[in-house]
């Protein structure tokens, strides 16, 4: 637990790298580790001090005495206010760098893992723009600055946008925001002009009340579009006109779907979803391989750096046709499907059952018909026996979630012993701790950082580990 501090001066950080939540992380005079916002790696500066976590010191950055020649503007406007993008203070090529640095900290300190090729981070060719989804939210008050408001001015106004961290009932109001390419600025924009021309009434989250509740945009790479809607009430005399409307001012919108949110909460994945206009969902491309991506569907939301990651995974793979290959944590089957044509077969395992569906559909939409998918957790599913019905793997590919492998999963993979894994993970802290339970059996012959989201602090690493 953190424990707030009588606040504290530190003065003379020196700042080194990046930490999670747009932090620099530096040590003081004294050797004490810092954590800060509002530096950057490279900065010396003052630091007030308001918390300790596990004996590390956090805070804010005063004076900076020095400034990092890493640092860049913020092309953003509301980069001072909204979450998003923490690092744009940051240069790219200096984030990349960085990145690599948090992989190979990670598994170096953490895993204590020899990595016997630590290849250098593939940065993304596109730092702007790159986003496929986005979600905002309409409400009936803006948040605003704190000049804002020691101004006086009002806050109610019907805005969308973005929560900003830890206020759940106000919203910034974004003009423009550099995540999602065209049409999606100009659409969130006309959404909001026509909502305010029609008279309807933006969500107040702390009243419970209010029409409109949030948007959601996924832009695919073969240039289709979906809008998907949620309103606070099944009230088709409001929500007739606005789409109607909507799709009259927005050739682009390939397909319009909507649903009813009367919840207290924005979850809109366990709700039902309608299609107004279109077939309800778009098409998206990794290589030669296509998607059907549905309002409620998990995809990768960086398509370019998908194909890049999914290439890595490829490339560590080494397959030559005749392998029998395990895709755990699988999603959509994505990856399952994307190596597919390069094995004999593919067996792939997911906890949730509508992925399990997309997966089977997807396979069916590209005519691949050596995989099979499970739905259920992989702790559970695979046992000794699944291994016997499908067949010893010969090629493990295994991409958790954040929180990394169950511990009964990587004993079922060292019982298992694959000849070769293939190890996405999007934490590297968790993935360190797995190859290091796997250390007994297991050698890490590469890793491969890939940067799948430019401006945060997000990093993927792909390991190859061959049995000893
Ligand atoms: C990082 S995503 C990887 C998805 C996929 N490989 C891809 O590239 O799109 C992790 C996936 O693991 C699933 N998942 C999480 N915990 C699980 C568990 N215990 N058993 C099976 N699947 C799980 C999540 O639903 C999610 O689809």
């Known amino acids: 637990m953190a424990r707030r501090k009588k606040p504290q001066l530190v003065s003379g950080v020196q700042f080194t790298g990046i930490a999670d939540k747009g932090r620099a992380v530096g040590r003081d005079a004294e050797g004490r580790v810092i954590f800060a916002e509002g530096a950057a790696p490279g900065d010396v500066a003052d630091v007030l001090v308001t918390r300790k976590k596990k004996g590390v010191l956090m805070g804010a950055a005063q004076a900076i005495h020095t400034l990092s020649p890493d640092r860049a503007e913020p092309f953003c406007q509301h980069f001072d206010h909204c979450g998003g993008c923490k690092w744009q203070h940051l240069n790219y090529d200096a984030q990349a760098r960085h990145k690599e640095r948090v992989v190979h900290d990670a598994l170096s300190r953490i895993g204590k893992v020899d990595v016997e090729a630590m290849l250098p981070i593939k940065a993304a060719a596109q730092a702007t723009f790159y986003r496929n989804k986005l979600e905002f939210s309409f409400s009936n008050k803006r948040w605003l600055t704190r000049a804002e408001i020691d101004s006086g001015i009002s806050n109610q106004e019907d805005v969308l946008g973005f929560h900003p961290a830890g206020a759940f009932d106000k919203i910034i109001d974004i003009e423009k925001c550099w995540l999602q ?95 107004y206009a279109g077939k309800g969902y778009v098409e998206e491309r990794l290589g030669e391989v296509r998607f059907k991506v549905g309002p409620k569907s998990f995809f990768q939301t960086n398509t370019s750096q998908a194909k890049v990651l999914y290439d890595t995974v490829v490339e560590f793979a080494g397959l030559n046709g005749t392998e029998n290959v395990y895709d755990l944590y699988t999603g959509i089957g994505s990856i399952a499907l994307y190596v597919a044509q390069a094995c004999r077969q593919v067996v792939g395992i997911e906890e949730i059952p509508e992925a399990i569906a997309d997966a089977e559909e997807n396979a069916r939409l590209n005519d691949i018909q050596n995989t099979v998918f499970y739905a259920g957790d992989v702790k559970d599913i695979l046992t000794p026996e699944f291994a016997q019905r499908h067949g010893k793997p010969d090629l493990l590919i295994t991409d958790p979630p954040r929180a990394g492998m169950h511990a009964q999963v990587v004993d079922m993979l060292l019982q298992l012993s694959a000849p070769r894994m293939v190890y996405v993970s999007c934490n590297p802290a968790t993935q360190a701790r797995d190859l290091q339970l796997l250390s007994s059996r297991y050698r890490v012959a590469k890793a491969q950082p890939v940067d799948m989201f430019p401006h945060t602090h997000h990093i993927e690493n792909v390991a190859l580990l061959e049995l000893r």
Do not use: W
């Open 181 to 275: 390419p065209d049409p999606s600025n100009a659409l969130r924009n006309g959404i909001k002009a026509l909502a305010i021309e029609q008279g309807l009434s933006f969500h107040d989250a702390r009243a419970h009340e209010g029409f409109l509740r949030q948007v959601m945009f996924r832009i695919t790479s073969v240039g289709e579009t979906l809008v998907l809607l949620s309103f606070h009430e099944d009230d088709p005399k409001r929500y007739k006109p606005f789409m109607d409307e909507l799709m009259a001012r927005f050739p682009q919108i390939t397909t319009l779907c909507y649903c009813i949110n009367t919840k207290l909460n924005d979850f809109l994945y366990d709700l039902d979803m309608y299609t």
